[in-house]
């Protein structure tokens, strides 16, 4: 059923919250030309172990999703070997490097808005920009938290508690702080902001 205006519908998380349908008007917000339109289906989040339900015979010959597509003919043929291509880790596999975990559960959460420093919404948290290209550490924000937390940077390296990402992740709807994801986020995602905390705890300086 096509949900024009949106919807929620009531417990249909595993966890028993809502599931967020966005309106279509909304779509463009997320979706869009400076975000590359798609946003799943990239290098560097295909490019990785196949974990999948999917009942394809190939699949299981594969421990990469990029050969597997390959080698049912969904892709053209690959003009480099996968292990030299990008790669995102999975946020939750503990194996992987905290940054690295880090910077994928930006890059999928936030980084579809945050494309650039100077933009509205500050910042550049996709996955490619490097710390100094995120336009982030030690940056003042442009929103002013000093109800809330004063002497907020947008990032403050080892302070979780001074770094307005973290402040606005765990915003909830009635402080007045803008919630973040602003959009298809009806409760704090209490993984994610211990992810991005450890994260921004571990940080040293802004290099
Ligand atoms: C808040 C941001 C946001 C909004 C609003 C949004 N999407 Fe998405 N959408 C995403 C993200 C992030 C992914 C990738 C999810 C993943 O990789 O698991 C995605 C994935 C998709 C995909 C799979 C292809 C791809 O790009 O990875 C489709 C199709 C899609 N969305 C359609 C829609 C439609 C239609 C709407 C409006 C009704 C919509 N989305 C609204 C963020 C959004
Ligand atoms: C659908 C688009 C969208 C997504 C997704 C999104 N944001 Fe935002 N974000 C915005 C917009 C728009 C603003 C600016 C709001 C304003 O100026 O009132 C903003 C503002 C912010 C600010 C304040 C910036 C400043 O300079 O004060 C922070 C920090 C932030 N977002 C973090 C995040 C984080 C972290 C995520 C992912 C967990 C995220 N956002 C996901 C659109 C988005």
């Known amino acids: 059923m096509l949900v024009l205006s949106g919807d929620k519908v009531e417990g249909a998380h595993a966890d028993g ?5 966005p309106s279509s008007v909304s779509c463009t917000q997320c979706h ?3 975000s590359g339109f798609a946003l799943g289906l990239e290098l560097a989040q295909l490019n990785g172990p196949l974990e999948h339900g999917c009942d394809v015979e190939a699949a299981d010959q594969y421990g ?3 050969e597997m597509l390959e080698a049912l003919g969904v892709i053209e043929p690959l003009d480099f070997p996968t292990d030299s291509m990008p790669t995102m880790v999975d946020p939750w596999d503990e194996e992987a ?3 690295d975990r880090a910077r994928a559960y930006l890059h999928s959460n936030c980084g579809s ?4 420093p100077e933009n509205v919404c500050s910042g550049d948290l996709r ?3 490097d710390l100094a290209q995120m336009g982030v550490c030690n940056v003042e924000p442009k929103i002013k938290l000093e109800e809330w937390a004063p002497g907020t940077m947008l990032l403050a390296p080892g302070q979780p508690e001074r770094s307005a990402i973290l402040f606005h992740m765990n915003a909830e709807q009635e402080t007045g702080a803008m919630p973040m994801p602003p959009l298809g986020r009806d409760h704090v995602d ?3 902001t211990m992810l991005i905390r450890d994260w921004i705890a571990s940080l040293e300086g802004c290099e």
């Open 17 to 21: 919250t809502d599931w967020t349908i």
């Open 32 to 34: 869009n030309a400076e």
């Open 64 to 66: 990469n999703q990029m």
């Open 97 to 99: 490097p905290l940054e």
């Open 113 to 116: 808005c945050h494309t650039a």
């Open 127 to 129: 996955w490619s920009a």
């Open 190 to 192: 209490r993984k994610g």
